[in-house]
């Protein structure tokens, strides 16, 4: 069912889907991973003491390498915060209003408006240490509590000035009871990226707009389920119950 409803919007605005989902990817809104290799040729020293000693010695090469690692993972953080998240949460909100017949690219610089970036800014990062901390206990309770809190950017979408803690507490509450199904709902879309690297790996990018709207129809549901539960009110989460069809 989500599927289906999620096709039937990429049927409109597909490419404008896969803009935003690249830079979904881009802001680091996106799990992927990469690896990157190094191969040994004739140019390169064979002996890994002469491979040290271009660097000065091992000591030195060492101590280089550390703080080139530390000020990239600081650069990559900055720009998580303070760009990535916003980004995310934008590019959320165009999906989100996409599966509500709403189909404009504006929506994707939502969360820079001056008067919500901070309050979004603050939520996110909060719900990234959160999981972070959760993923220091062990892998499993990291990815349990990665679906617990997945629906906080979709909250934001709707009202950036919740509050980080609010915001937190109705994801859990929207996900409860769900986590399997929608662990189920990722691996479900595992055959389309497998067919899409055959293709030169391009053609795994080009299933992300549909995997990104199908999850907008999922907070859709889970928001509207929320709705009916009393977890959450339509002033809340600044709706009008008369637009709601969901």
């Given at each position: 069912m989500?599927?289906?409803?999620?096709k039937?919007?990429?049927?409109?605005c597909?490419?404008?889907?896969?803009?935003?989902?690249?830079?979904?990817?881009?802001?680091?809104?996106?799990?992927?991973?990469?690896?990157?290799?190094?191969?040994?040729?004739?140019?390169?020293?064979?002996?890994p003491?002469?491979?040290?000693?271009?660097?000065g010695?091992?000591?030195?090469?060492f101590?280089?390498?550390?703080?080139?690692?530390?000020?990239?993972?600081?650069?990559?953080?900055?720009?998580?915060?303070?760009i990535?998240?916003?980004?995310?949460?934008?590019?959320r909100?165009?999906?989100k209003r996409a599966a509500?017949?709403?189909?404009?690219?504006?929506?994707?610089?939502?969360?820079?408006?001056?008067?919500?970036?901070?309050?979004?800014v603050?939520?996110?990062?909060?719900?990234?240490?959160?999981?972070?901390?959760?993923?220091?206990?062990?892998?499993?309770?990291?990815?349990?509590?990665?679906?617990a809190?997945?629906m906080?950017?979709?909250?934001?979408t709707?009202?950036?000035?919740?509050?980080?803690?609010?915001?937190?507490?109705?994801?859990?509450?929207?996900?409860?009871?769900?986590?399997?199904?929608?662990?189920?709902?990722?691996?479900?879309?595992?055959?389309?990226?497998?067919?899409?690297?055959?293709?030169?790996?391009?053609?795994?990018?080009l299933?992300?707009?549909?995997?990104?709207?199908t999850?907008?129809?999922?907070?859709?549901?889970?928001?509207?389920?929320?709705?009916?539960?009393?977890?959450?009110?339509?002033?809340e989460?600044?709706?009008?119950?008369?637009?709601?069809?969901?």
């Amino acid at each position: 069912m989500l599927k289906t409803r999620a096709k039937a919007v990429l049927k409109l605005c597909y490419w404008k889907a896969l803009l935003i989902s690249l830079v979904l990817i881009i802001a680091g809104g996106d799990s992927n991973s990469g690896n990157i290799s190094w191969r040994a040729s004739s140019d390169h020293p064979r002996n890994p003491g002469d491979f040290f000693n271009i660097f000065g010695g091992e000591a030195h090469f060492f101590y280089n390498a550390v703080i080139i690692m530390i000020v990239v993972i600081l650069v990559f953080l900055a720009y998580r915060i303070f760009i990535g998240y916003s980004l995310e949460v934008g590019g959320r909100r165009f999906f989100k209003r996409a599966a509500e017949n709403d189909i404009e690219t504006r929506h994707m610089g939502y969360a820079f408006g001056r008067d919500r970036y901070m309050s979004i800014v603050k939520t996110m990062f909060y719900k990234g240490v959160l999981n972070f901390l959760w993923y220091l206990l062990l892998i499993i309770p990291g990815i349990v509590k990665g679906y617990a809190y997945s629906m906080v950017p979709y909250i934001l979408t709707d009202n950036p000035d919740i509050g980080r803690e609010r915001a937190v507490e109705l994801s859990m509450q929207m996900t409860d009871g769900h986590k399997f199904n929608m662990w189920i709902l990722d691996w479900s879309f595992l055959g389309w990226y497998l067919l899409g690297l055959l293709l030169l790996v391009v053609g795994a990018v080009l299933v992300k707009p549909y995997e990104n709207a199908t999850k907008a129809e999922l907070y859709l549901v889970l928001r509207q389920n929320a709705l009916e539960n009393g977890f959450c009110s339509y002033e809340e989460l600044q709706l009008d119950p008369a637009l709601q069809t969901v």
